[in-house]
């Protein structure tokens, strides 16, 4: 379809942190992707991201950097790169309207844009997506939030940026009720704001080989580089040493029990703690580590869904960790970071199977290991059920984003799923 009153195509800019090798965000990028293509083929497609050459390698997309900053890149002194920050600021209030006058739609698919769960700045990204709402609007695109995450920001400043960035788009979801419930209680009118699962929940599962059989479970270990939120900035050090710690004890039981260990990232900062754990591993259990321990990167969220669909078990602390298990109906355990882990595991009935990743307990998570372990071909089908329920959930959204972004209607619609 064509743009509402023209001749040419649509053309969209897909905006997000998209491009730095965070595979939940690229997950969302996949699923935003092929809805477009699949129902709108002729639609000119763009992306404003935070790393546009990685962008651009691996899905051929016209890409921009999302701040002048991004662009031009630091300095060669720590005195000339501050100032740059400063200058790139001012320059992105000239820069953004221009770019986003080329666009007729801008989408940000899914993501936690409007979380606070870990260390952010409010003249990062919070400004970046205000800024970029208020340039959109002005040269008269359409802004759309799709499935997105949220949480009560406590800084003012990121609470003002969220929900001013969030009350100038003409369409809005969110990926549980938790975020939309976040979102009122920071002041915006959420009652025509629908919700929707996670985009994640609409890609296709991996084709699978036939499954090679071994003596005890393999564990799928989803780990992260973990330092806390921006309220923990003097401890994050101390925070980061007690985790990596920590998954570092549970991944010695594990081979000490049997079980092998496929270990899982969500973005490059994580491999740090892959080889915490594989050099412990091979200091402490060198005759068991080739055996009982795999460490294989993956560069998309389909490349890691294909790494959990070979496991048993999966013991994971990054959210799309979590989600693409349970997306390939793999009984769970959360080590959660956010109340979006908890909620998703709730929503799956496997609210027993977590923990709080700031209060930790080994022997405890070895304890629900082998509850999870025994009552698996009983907890399976039921999310088999629940992800089927996911899928059609998201394909009604899709319907009425193409009725919202490529018709002419503009409000936000009133009905939501849950």
């Not at 669909?309 to 999966?314: F, G, H, T, W």
């Not at 700031?358 to 629900?368: A, E, G, P, T, W």
């Not at 009604?396 to 193409?402: E, G, I, M, N, Y």
């Amino acid at each position: 379809m064509s743009t509402a009153g023209t001749s040419r195509p649509p053309r969209i800019a897909i905006f997000g942190l998209l491009g730095s090798g965070n595979l939940g965000n690229h997950g969302s990028l996949d699923a935003m992707l092929r809805f477009l293509r699949a129902k709108h083929p002729e639609a000119e497609i763009s992306c404003v991201c935070s790393g546009p050459e990685e962008l651009e390698r691996q899905y051929g997309i016209p890409s921009t950097a999302i701040t002048w900053y991004q662009a031009h890149g630091p300095g060669r002194t720590r005195l000339t790169t501050n100032m740059r920050k400063v200058f790139g600021k001012v320059a992105d209030l000239f820069r953004m309207p221009r770019l986003f006058r080329r666009f007729d739609i801008v989408i940000v698919p899914g993501m936690g844009v409007l979380e606070t769960t870990l260390e952010l700045n409010p003249w990062g990204w919070p400004y970046a997506l205000f800024l970029m709402c208020v340039s959109a609007r002005l040269a008269g695109a359409k802004v759309a939030f799709v499935s997105v995450g949220a949480n009560v920001a406590h800084e003012r400043a990121n609470r003002w940026l969220f929900t001013s960035a969030a009350r100038l788009t003409t369409y809005r979801s969110y990926r549980d009720t938790y975020s939309r419930d976040a979102m009122r209680q920071m002041g915006l009118d959420t009652s025509q704001d629908p919700v929707y699962p996670d985009l994640a929940f609409s890609l296709p599962d991996p084709v699978l080989q036939p499954p090679v059989r071994a003596s005890r479970p393999t564990v799928g270990l989803g780990v992260m580089a973990y330092h806390g939120t921006s309220a923990d900035r003097a401890r994050s050090a101390e925070i980061s040493a007690d985790y990596r710690g920590k998954i570092v004890e549970f991944a010695r039981r594990l081979v000490d029990e049997g079980y092998r260990i496929r270990l899982v990232t969500g973005d490059p900062s994580d491999e740090a703690v892959v080889s915490v754990v594989y050099d412990d591993l091979r200091q402490t259990r060198p005759e068991l580590v080739e055996k009982r321990l795999v460490r294989e990167p993956a560069e998309s969220l389909g490349e890691l869904m294909q790494q959990l669909a070979e496991v048993d078990l999966v013991v994971a602390s990054r959210y799309h960790n979590v989600q693409a298990a349970l997306k390939l109906s793999k009984p769970t355990i959360s080590i959660s970071y956010g109340v979006k882990s908890d909620v998703l595991m709730g929503e799956m009935q496997l609210a027993e199977f977590r923990q709080s990743i700031r209060s930790l307990d080994v022997s405890l998570l070895m304890d629900q290991l082998r509850a999870l372990e025994a009552r698996a071909a009983g907890i399976e089908p039921a999310m088999r059920a629940r992800n089927a329920e996911f899928a059609a959930s998201l394909e009604r959204q899709f319907a009425v984003l193409s009725a919202t972004l490529f018709g002419s209607d503009t409000s936000v619609p009133a009905s939501s799923d849950q």
